[in-house]
């Protein structure tokens, strides 16, 4: 036990040391979230249920009908996207920001298209870089990564759905700004 409090006490000086050097950063304005929650793409305002992960970097999006198409002398991509409250789909248009390349266990390495897309949640907005995957065989279709939480939210892994979707701000947006099939490129 008298070690146990030496340690605690050296442990605690040592934090304060170093929180006064400036080596930790004081805690930003991040909100907790649970492991699992509730965002909305937008302006389509398509609910979809998001697995916070600590271990990927970049976000993921479940989408169909990935297609590259030139628009203006760049690259840009269309694909299909779904959402779960009403099955409603909608063709989604956006400049292609990058290729990656993904490892996968037990088939090598997969090609994917990134693209940028804002995501609502509690009532605020946040770009984020996706990339766009069938996501049909996992249980989440949207997967929030490092790129998305760093300096936005801290994780609390015994929660889920901290804020309930019924009462974010964000469901009452775009009720009308979602059309199916439409088209939205920015233009």
Same mark, same amino acid.
């Not at 907790?32 to 305002?45: A, D, H, K, T």
């Given at each position: 036990?008298?070690?146990?409090?030496?340690?605690?006490?050296?442990?605690?000086?040592?934090?304060?040391?170093?929180?006064?050097?400036?080596?930790?950063?004081?805690?930003?304005?991040?909100?907790?979230?649970?492991?699992?929650?509730?965002?909305?793409?937008?302006?389509?305002?398509?609910?979809?249920?998001?697995?916070?992960?600590?271990?990927?970097?970049?976000?993921?999006?479940? *989408?169909?009908?990935?297609?590259?198409?030139?628009? /203006?002398?760049? $690259?840009?991509?269309? #694909?299909?996207?779904? &959402?779960?409250?009403?099955?409603?789909?909608?063709?989604?248009?956006?400049?292609?920001?990058?290729?990656?390349?993904?490892?996968?266990?037990?088939?090598?390495?997969?090609?994917?298209?990134?693209?940028?897309?804002?995501?609502?949640?509690?009532?605020?907005?946040?770009?984020?870089?996706?990339?766009?995957?069938?996501?049909?065989?996992?249980?989440?279709?949207?997967?929030?990564?490092? *790129?998305?939480?760093?300096?936005?939210?801290?994780? /609390?892994?015994? $929660?889920?759905?901290? #804020?309930?979707?019924? &009462?974010?701000?964000?469901?009452?947006?775009?009720?009308?700004?979602?059309?199916?099939?439409?088209?939205?490129?920015?233009?």
């Amino acid at each position: 036990m008298k070690y146990q409090c030496m340690v605690i006490a050296l442990m605690g000086g040592l934090v304060g040391a170093a929180s006064q050097a400036g080596e930790i950063a004081p805690p930003k304005d991040k909100v907790v979230m649970g492991w699992l929650e509730s965002v909305f793409i937008q302006p389509w305002n398509i609910r979809l249920t998001a697995k916070l992960d600590t271990g990927a970097k970049t976000s993921s999006l479940h *989408s169909n009908n990935v297609q590259r198409f030139n628009r /203006d002398g760049r $690259e840009w991509v269309r #694909f299909s996207l779904e &959402g779960e409250d009403d099955e409603k789909i909608v063709t989604v248009e956006r400049p292609l920001e990058r290729t990656v390349y993904i490892k996968e266990r037990h088939k090598g390495a997969s090609k994917r298209e990134v693209v940028t897309l804002t995501v609502c949640k509690n009532g605020r907005d946040y770009q984020t870089e996706f990339t766009l995957e069938d996501r049909s065989n996992f249980n989440y279709p949207l997967l929030l990564g490092r *790129s998305f939480l760093s300096g936005t939210a801290v994780v /609390d892994a015994g $929660e889920t759905f901290v #804020f309930k979707a019924d &009462g974010d701000p964000c469901s009452k947006r775009g009720k009308t700004a979602a059309t199916p099939t439409a088209g939205m490129d920015g233009h």
